[in-house]
T-cell receptor
């Protein structure tokens, strides 16, 4: 069955610290992977996506993610977190470049301490 | 570009009434739109896939008579929650796929529905 697992429900980091949010997927075909961020009461903003090619993907707001096929993972990283990064982060997997429906993980809520 | 707009952003309705939510692609044509539902502090679950000019495809467990979807044009899909009840209160988000480009679907800002 297709699924996305985000093991960490809630993460708290200090401002300026590095961040890594974990994402593991189970998908029968070639996965197309996404990270979205959602602020309270808001829609989703795409941070980055992986379709093919270089397994290290750069996104907006200083985020990057690395696709590791052997580990079925697509972890999101940021070297230095800002207070404005506090939000909910969703990993998602889809087929055919996300043209079709997406399967979302449960989300990780990030809190940033000053 | 690639803006998807939902209307309204929030709505409060009484039990037993129906509510219509609109999803519009503002600067592109979308043959396919997706409707998701998000309960508080939970993830997004796909409800249905809306295809222009044809019937929507509903996910297992989603009542098609309860959640009516109409995709009458290439820029508009509507979700109508019929005979709403408090358990229908949720955050509804749509996404739309550009028919001209091989890119992912773009999300609207969501609609908060509260049924009292």
């Amino acid at each position: 069955a297709q699924s996305v697992t985000q093991p960490d429900i809630h993460i708290t980091v200090s401002e300026g610290a590095s961040l890594e949010l974990r994402c593991n997927y189970s998908y029968g075909a070639t996965p197309y992977l996404f990270w979205y961020v959602q602020s309270p009461g808001q829609g989703l903003q795409l941070l980055l996506k992986y379709f093919s090619g270089d397994t290290l993907v750069q996104g907006i707001k200083g985020f990057e993610a690395e696709f590791k096929r052997s580990q079925s993972s697509f972890n999101l990283r940021k070297p230095s977190v800002h207070w404005s990064d506090a939000a909910e982060y969703f990993c998602a997997v889809g087929a055919y470049g996300g043209y079709n429906k997406l399967i979302f993980g449960a989300g990780t809520r990030l809190a940033v301490h000053p | 570009g690639a803006v998807v707009s939902q209307h309204p952003s929030w709505v409060i309705c009484k039990s037993g009434t129906s509510v219509k939510i609109e999803c519009r692609s503002l600067d592109f044509q979308a043959t396919t739109m997706f409707w998701y539902r998000q309960f508080p502090k939970q993830s997004l679950m796909l409800m249905a896939t809306s295809n222009e000019g044809s019937k929507a495809t509903y996910e297992q467990g989603v009542e098609k008579d309860k959640f009516l979807i109409n995709h009458a044009s290439l820029t508009l899909s509507t979700l109508t929650v019929t005979s709403a009840h408090p358990e229908d209160s949720s955050f509804y988000i749509c996404s739309a796929r550009n028919r001209e480009e091989n890119t992912e679907a773009f999300f609207g800002q969501g609609t908060r529905l509260t049924v009292v």
